[in-house]
């Protein structure tokens, strides 16, 4: 019998509408392990979240059909996502039906949060952090319910129901439903907190840097006295918030970590080292060393791993046995992916695929990859909605230094509410003007001259190709999945002579 507050027992038949999501397809899978029957329904399905929905035996089919829905019995739970849009057919038909219908945020808040429920948020590393920290709590057989937005290499799902007293979820700050701009994290009462960083971002929904910064304090205060925040304080946007947050409520427990600097954190690391097959480094706590090795990718991942480790360790996890698990944590898809390996093509050209889709999260990962290769780095680079806006462009400074090429495609068609801000606690999705590629293009180009736009996906793929030699890097960032770009470089690679 799963652990759960009066009045959340689990649901017998939940139908999911937008199934084929990263975070829905996992909700579905989860709750199909618990037991529940499950349906759903899509605009289209693609590996490979159609395939694992397959292999789990969950029906769906594509379209929205309010007959479908009900014709293998009437849900008694309608899920709802952001894609599925309030005019959808099936939402409006449990509307008027009666039948409850809930964002899968809800749904994640009633039927997966424990007692002890540790939320990892941050503008970035939240992903990353969550998967890990789950892994290390499965390794310690501590078996949590679990939530993140990724595919991971050492899961079998990216969300788990179980009968334990935890819970990891990833903390996102974006908006809960269509009609709910509450952000996510809320909806996942946290006692623990794993703060990894906060910059201003998603300005499609935060349109000041100060709505953006006035969620997580408002998340920061909600964290019992009897909880505890695991803070990157070297982060300057974590520091701020937490400085104008806590004010006379320092019987919260507060744990730092950050950069290996004398007295500066709780948690430190040092000596981060970087390979093309890993990286190491060293985390010092209370006057002891440990030696860390993991198979990712990415220095900036050190970051991570010292925030779960510290997280890990004050929950009372023996060192050994944190240590034993971030050796054998593989990692995510689209976080450093390698596409395509050097050793694997006659090209010898390296392929990676990270999900960077802002300037500054581009910035980290070309910064690491300059660390590791010394051939040239091309870049096909995509932002997300907040990346596009006119009023973040100061943020592309540089951004691409360590890039020795940077290519914009066609950019994704993008779908934007014109919605008013509410003058509410919470955020409401508000109206900016986006910028185009060849826009964005030349915004880049002011600091990085080797930035062209290309809207012709076969001659982007054909230009980076006959670009590339020996010892060369292309790496694609964005949010985005490039429609098949990816796959036909490195198909053209692989033949290459």
Known sequence: MMQKEAGSALPKHIHVIGICGVAT???????????????????????PVSTELEKHGISFYAGWHPEKMVADGIPDLVVVTTASGT???????????????LGYTEVFGK?????????????????SSTALLSHILEQASLDPSYMFGGVSLSHESSAKITDSKWSIFEGDEYKSSPTDPTAKFFYYKPT????????????????????YFNAFKKLISGIPDSGCIVANVQNTGVARTLGQTTGNQMSRKIISYGLGVLGASDYSYSDVQQKKDGLSLTISHAG?????TSPMLGAFQAENITGCFAMAHEIGIAPEKILEAIGTFKGLKRRLEKRLDEKDSTSGVTVFDDIAHSPEKAASVLKNLREIYTGKIITVFEPNIGGRQRET?????????DADMVIIPRLSKLKVNKEVETGSDSPALVELSPMEGDELATIIKKTQPQTEYIDDDAKLVNHIVTTAKKGDCIVFLGSHGFRGMIEEVVKSLKSKV
């Open 192 to 211: 623990h907190l794993l703060l990894s960083a906060v910059s201003w971002d998603h300005a499609d929904l935060y349109p000041t840097e100060e709505s």
């Open 288 to 292: 002891k060393s440990y030696k860390v």
């Open 25 to 47: 397809s996992a909700l579905a899978i989860a709750f199909h392990q618990a037991g529940v029957k499950v349906t759903g329904s899509d605009k289209g399905f693609f590996p």
């Open 393 to 401: 462009a100061h943020k592309y400074d540089n951004a691409f230094k």
């Open 111 to 127: 039927y997966f949060i424990k007692e002890k429920s540790i939320v990892c948020t941050g503008t970035w590393g939240k992903t």
């Open 87 to 101: 005019q959808n057919p099936e939402t409006l038909y449990a509307k008027e039906k009666g039948i409850l219908s």
